[in-house]
Antibody, heavy 116, light 108 residues
Framework: QLVESGGGLAQPGGSLRLSCAAS????????MSWVRQAPGKGLEWVSV???????HYADSVKGRFTISRDSSKDMLYLQMDSLRADDTAMYYC????????????WGQGTLVTVSS | EIVLTQSPGTLSLSPGERATLSCRAS???????LAWYHQKPGQAPRLLIY???SRATGIPARFSGSGSGTDFTLTISRLEPEDFAVYFC?????????FGPGTKVDIK
């Protein structure tokens, strides 16, 4: 199970930190991703942290977002800086299956709204 | 970037009917690394199919996937009331790991 938190209203140029609590499996033993969905729109993969600790980002967030994890707490994080209006979306954390970047477990999502 | 196109945009069918959804890729998807999800309003997506044709755990046999290269299909043999949702395909062969825009299956 995955449970996200930390969403809310942020101003353009501001920051937010999203959290995702995992239960039933270890975040450090799996590939963990963030996927977002703008209101009424489709899905966009944002970032992944691999079991070895390396990270990868979509071009749209590279240099502004940072994915990390705390293995001792089985927590996944997404630090979001320099937020823009087009970052407004529901943010889901998701677990990969079989070391491949498709997702067999999703959280319920946390909504981020970027507006002045 | 591999761009995925899904058709039709909306599919209006009755319970018990067969649904055929298409996902077309701008470039060949290697290793058949294509997944299908459905999403109901207010819920997270749920994995249905991976590897183009392997059903995820707990997914009923009425869901089947096929295809390779640039053309993939999701078939629902007989629609149940809980199957009316939006269906997304996703390729995980190459970064960025892109999704299609979705096909909405609604009740006729």
């Amino acid at each position: 199970q995955l449970v996200e938190s930390g969403g809310g209203l942020a101003q353009p140029g501001g920051s937010l930190r999203l959290s995702c609590a995992a239960s039933g499996f270890s975040v450090s033993s799996n590939y963990m991703s963030w996927v977002r969905q703008a209101p009424g729109k489709g899905l966009e993969w944002v970032s992944v942290i691999y079991s070895g600790g390396s990270t990868h980002y979509a071009d749209s967030v590279k240099g502004r977002f940072t994915i990390s994890r705390d293995s001792s707490k089985d927590m996944l994080y997404l630090q979001m800086d320099s937020l823009r209006a087009d970052d407004t979306a529901m943010y889901y954390c998701a677990k990969s299956l079989e070391w491949l970047l498709f997702f067999d477990c999703w959280g319920q999502g946390t909504l981020v709204t970027v507006s002045s | 970037e591999i761009v995925l196109t899904q058709s039709p945009g909306t599919l209006s069918l009755s319970p018990g009917e067969r649904a055929t959804l298409s996902c077309r890729a701008s470039h060949s998807v290697g290793n058949r690394y294509l997944a299908w999800y459905h999403q109901k309003p207010g819920q997270a997506p749920r994995l249905l199919i991976y590897g183009a044709s392997s059903r995820a755990t707990g997914i009923p046999a009425r869901f089947s996937g096929s295809g390779s290269g640039t053309d993939f299909t999701l078939t629902i043999s007989r629609l149940e009331p809980e199957d009316f949702a939006v269906y997304f395909c996703q390729q995980y062969d190459d970064s960025p790991f892109t999704f299609g825009p979705g096909t909405k299956v609604d009740i006729k």
